[in-house]
């Protein structure tokens, strides 16, 4: 053996250079976190910080059934995305597509998959929100709707989604009955504050027990744990201490061996026993998915948005925004964000007029609820269930973007106004320092459309609305025409 | 019609809230027994049996009573927006929405369909077979009107059982919203109490 191999020396470099790649690449297909180099392609905006844990998509079920399915299961999508759909109530739920009768759509888009819309690894053929057939697929089926409204006979099946008006699965937002009711509000409301939730009184609505406060020697922490006095004062002043929760409560962990329970830093898991609600929102946006997916934690050097550079291996945890010990909502709010974010309109916020609410809110010049800071808007306050919540998914409602008004624009402002401005790019990146010129079309039309089909409330609004307005400029309004379709087509 | 035989050991209906029904029964040339056979018309009937309770039951104790009598909530067809209750046929479109997503024996599906849709994407779902059942069903002067149609139909190589049964119009909230709808063609007719408005579809796939 050794001699063939002395004679054929070439053959043994081959065998040692093939075995070393084949290993080098086995290890980064079973072991290594980062598959970059084993990947068909860029995957999109919403799964690259992923993308290095392959089985988040390729599950076990698409690998049962490689020679039938057509691509990664939809229980994959489910898997993180079907609470969200769910809760928007789904306008395409891949059920209704199950019903035979609905043969007469698949034919056309098959429904029944999520990959038949939304295919990864293919960035150029990739459009917002992860879309990857032509933007003018409503059509298909929709023709018939169009058809029959008078307010949309010039529109082009490409601005659907465009104008901000539909979604093909999130409608939450908008409906010509809600539209309808905006009509006539003021862009700038009277009274412009928000609601703001008091989450030790949910936790104690949801069980927990309530606690008498503690004060710093109530301490319950090992005596040579106690060594940072900073750590000691700052949670002496949190909200920690005065709802009763001590050092052990986030630094020990029973199910270890005696003598080993303490825990030096806390993870999301820690927070979680108290706040799974916040934990659970942080794992389904960006800042927390690689967590989910049992990668290492986000850090801005995986972002495609600018950072700061000094930031770049900063790993996200609760602790990025909620400082160790003291969890100042204040920082949490504003200052946390832009330790890492540095874009164009994370830039242009502190030149605006939210800034400046903000900051007279912070020192106490105006009410609660009355400042806009970055979480105002990216981590709400909403409702659910009757309860107040922080939406800890600061990209829930970024997708697409008109899920912000409900819950963030309309506390302040009124609807044509709001979705005029989250319509116009050049006024999101100014941080909304400068007002939209032209305005959206959509709550008027819903007028119309009311108007003309004799609807007393929405007659008598018009009535008053041209009785005050006789020295007003008239307004632009956006022109989504069929030209449009066409021009962008060209380009 | 030959019908083929099905095997069940129990059958499950959900609709509304949740309505639940076990059979044990026969089927054509079957003695009655416990996990027997049944015909997909036996099955079927006993799907609009369900299916028939519970929207009368909506329509009449629910919408009715609160919205007309009561008048303590309304029911709307933008019932999210309106903070109001659905209307009855939108009640029974959620139901077989979700019936759609669950996996249920025989495969089964529903729908309501019309020969006057207020929404003409519906309009676009009515088979061949379905439409001639509807005709029957909801046709005045012909002998079939108001009785069930059944009948057989092929939709992407798979074959169906099909029964149209008829929507009777049992609430004010069914005809005073059909009559007066922004989407109402002027060939529409003006449906009043009894009047057939369409028909429940329901489909069991054949093996």
Same mark, same amino acid.
């Given at each position: ?98 019903n035979p009768e609905n043969a007469v759509f698949t034919q ?109 020697s109530q301490a319950d922490a090992p005596a040579d744990k ?43 898991? &820690? *927070?979680?026993? /108290? %706040?799974?609600? $916040? ?11 690689? =967590? ?115 819950? &963030? *624009?309309?506390? /302040? %402002?009124?609807? $044509? ?11 999101? =990146? ?62 | ?207």
């Amino acid at each position: 053996m050794l001699a063939f191999l002395k004679k054929h020396k070439s053959l043994l470099l081959w065998l040692i250079v093939a075995g070393a790649l084949g290993g080098r690449l086995g290890y980064i297909f079973f072991s290594g976190e980062d598959k970059s180099i084993i990947l068909p392609g860029a995957t999109t905006n919403g799964h690259h910080q992923i993308e290095q844990q392959c089985t988040a998509c390729h599950t076990d079920e698409e690998k049962e059934n490689v020679f039938t399915s057509s691509g990664v299961p939809n229980s994959a999508c489910i898997k993180c995305h079907g609470d969200d759909l769910e809760a928007f109530s789904d306008s395409h739920p891949v059920r209704k597509f199950k019903n035979p009768e609905n043969a007469v759509f698949t034919q056309h888009i098959n429904a029944l998959n999520c990959v038949e819309c939304h295919k990864e690894h293919n960035l150029k053929i990739t459009e917002e929100m992860g879309v990857t057939i032509p933007k003018d697929n409503c059509a298909h089926c929709h023709q018939v709707t169009l058809d029959n409204l008078e307010s949309h006979q010039n529109l082009g099946f490409n601005t659907c989604d465009t104008a901000g008006c539909h979604n093909y699965h999130d409608n939450v937002a908008l409906s010509p009955a809600f539209l309808r009711k905006q009509y006539g509000k003021p862009d700038h409301k009277e009274v412009q504050v928000r609601e703001t939730g008091d989450l030790l009184a949910r936790m104690i609505e949801n069980g927990f027990r309530e606690r008498d406060p503690l004060t710093a020697s109530q301490a319950d922490a090992p005596a040579d744990k106690m060594t940072n006095q900073e750590h000691i004062d700052e949670w002496d002043a949190s909200a920690h201490a005065r709802a009763g929760i001590n050092c052990m409560d986030c630094h020990e962990d029973s199910t270890n061996a005696p003598g080993e329970a303490w825990i030096e830093f806390p993870t999301e898991k &820690t *927070c979680a026993k /108290c %706040h799974d609600t $916040e934990t659970n929102d942080f794992y389904k946006g960006k800042h927390g998915m690689r =967590l989910k997916e049992g990668l290492s934690a986000m850090t801005p050097e995986f972002a495609r948005i600018p950072m700061h550079v000094d930031a770049a291996h900063s790993a996200l945890s609760c602790s990025s925004c909620h400082s160790d010990h003291n969890y100042d909502r204040e920082f949490a709010s504003y200052q946390a964000c832009i330790q890492c974010h540095s874009d164009e309109h994370t830039q242009n916020y502190e030149k605006s007029k939210h800034f400046k609410t903000w900051k007279s809110e912070v020192v106490h010049k105006s009410p609660t609820g009355s400042g806009v800071s970055c979480a105002t808007c990216h981590m709400p306050t909403v409702d659910r269930e009757g309860q107040l919540v922080v939406n800890h998914n600061q990209n829930a409602n970024l997708t697409p973007n008109d899920k912000m008004l409900k819950d &963030t *624009c309309l506390q /302040c %402002h009124g609807a $044509e106004f709001a979705m005029s401005a989250l319509a116009d790019e050049s006024v999101i =990146l100014g941080n909304f320092s400068k007002e939209p010129e032209k305005r959206h079309p959509g709550v008027l039309w819903s007028a119309n459309l009311a108007i003309e089909k004799g609807d007393e409330a929405t007659i008598k609004m018009k009535e008053f609305l041209d009785s005050i307005k006789s020295d007003e400029e008239p307004k632009e309004y956006i022109q989504y025409e069929e030209s449009e379709k066409n021009e962008k087509n060209e380009k | 019609m030959k019908l083929k035989k099905y095997t069940l050991s129990a059958l499950v209906a959900l609709f509304g809230g949740a309505a639940a029904l076990s059979l044990s029964s026969c089927g054509e040339d079957a003695s009655a027994s416990a996990g027997g056979d049944f015909t997909a018309e036996q099955v079927s009937e006993a799907l609009y049996t369900v299916l028939f309770a519970d929207r009368k039951v909506y329509a009449s104790k629910i919408v009715t009573r609160l919205a007309k009598e009561e008048k303590v909530i309304k029911a709307h067809e933008d019932w999210k927006e309106e903070k109001a209750l659905l209307l009855p046929a939108q009640m029974f479109r959620e139901g077989a929405e979700t019936v759609d997503g669950m996996d249920k024996p025989f495969g089964f599906t529903y729908s309501l369909q019309s020969l006057w849709p207020l929404n003409m994407e519906n309009a676009k779902k009515r088979t061949p077979a379905v439409m001639e059942g509807l005709e029957a069903v909801s046709t005045k002067g012909l002998d079939t009107y108001g009785k069930k149609w059944t009948g057989e139909e092929e939709i992407n190589g798979q074959k169906y059982f099909v029964g149209v049964y008829p929507d009777t119009a049992s609430a004010p909230a069914c005809w005073t919203c059909h009559n007066d709808h922004e989407n109402r063609k002027d060939e529409y007719p003006e449906f009043k109490k009894g009047d057939v408005m369409g028909g429940i579809v329901i489909r069991i796939p054949k093996a």
